[in-house]
């Protein structure tokens, strides 16, 4: 505020605020994930720098870099990403499919709903690791075993997620299409899937990310190969930096699947952007 005095007379001018920097506005959320990047990586780098860490322990973080990008140039790395994603995402769909399919029914039929809930409630609490024996007993130390383990570890984000959304569409939507003279099967197709949708995807995204989780688990039962016991390997003949180029790897899949059904997400959800709130 500038106050200018002109013939005993005072006259106030008044600045307005300044706005948010349009830049920074619409790329505040990358640049503020960078600056929490680079922060991340230079505390790494100071915790092993100055000894409060032993290197055997935790590599820098460019040794890492190097060994990552080593790793896949010469193959050592890069022939052990696809068997797991190509395990991961088998057991993937197979849970999605099974996920969605019971999800439906148990969350359509109330009495299904009622009578699967007591197992269902003592199956889902049971723990991954607990099981591992369970599976390799029944399927071997191969593939199978390794695939229904995360299978197992994807389903229920689904199944759950799916239970919910069905069972809880709005009535008046139901109702809506009865008295226009709907079918069940065009209720169902074209009501109750539709509304259900955006309900289901965020269990779909978290059965991706277990999906790999579970993985590192199932491969650590045995294998030849695979991220998991390539991270493993790296860690028993303490070959630090190619262990956390794994886990490295490991992670940019996450992020890399994470991306792609967020996309998917936004396309097949589409339609109720402008409907609500979402």
Do not use: H
């Not at 008295?179 to 965020?202: E, N, S």
Request: glycine share 10%; net charge neutral; aromatic share 12%.
């Amino acid at each position: 505020m500038v106050t200018t005095l002109d013939d005993s007379r005072s006259e106030e001018i008044i600045t307005p605020p300044k706005g948010p920097n349009p830049f920074l506005a619409k790329y505040d959320r990358y640049i503020y994930g960078a600056v929490g990047l680079v922060g991340f990586l230079v505390l790494w780098w100071a915790i092993v720098e100055f000894g409060y860490v032993s290197d055997l322990y935790l590599s820098k973080p460019l040794d890492v870099f190097s060994a990552f990008v080593d790793g896949l140039a010469d193959g050592t790395l890069a022939t052990e990403i696809w068997p797991s994603v190509q395990r991961a995402l088998i057991g993937f769909v197979l849970a999605l499919v099974s996920g969605i399919a019971l999800g439906i029914l148990v969350g359509s039929v109330k009495i299904f709903q009622k009578l699967t809930e007591p197992v269902l409630l003592f199956f889902r609490n049971l723990s991954l690791l607990a099981l591992l024996p369970v599976f390799v007993v029944f399927l071997g130390i191969g593939e199978e075993s390794k695939i229904a383990i995360v299978w197992w570890a994807c389903f229920w984000p689904i199944f759950i997620t799916a239970v919910g959304a069905v069972s809880s569409v709005e009535r008046i939507l139901l109702n809506a299409a009865r008295t226009l003279g709907a079918g069940r099967l065009y209720i169902f197709t074209r009501v109750v899937l539709p509304a259900a949708i955006p309900g289901i995807f965020p269990g779909i995204r978290l059965a991706a990310s277990n999906a790999f989780t579970a993985l590192v688990a199932a491969e650590l039962v045995g294998g030849a190969q695979g991220i998991g016991i390539y991270i493993n390997n790296a860690a028993l003949r303490y070959q630090t930096p190619q262990m956390y180029a794994g886990i490295l790897a490991l992670g940019l899949i996450g992020i890399l699947v994470n991306a792609v059904m967020t996309g998917i997400e936004w396309r097949v959800t589409g339609w109720q952007r402008g409907l609500t709130s979402k």
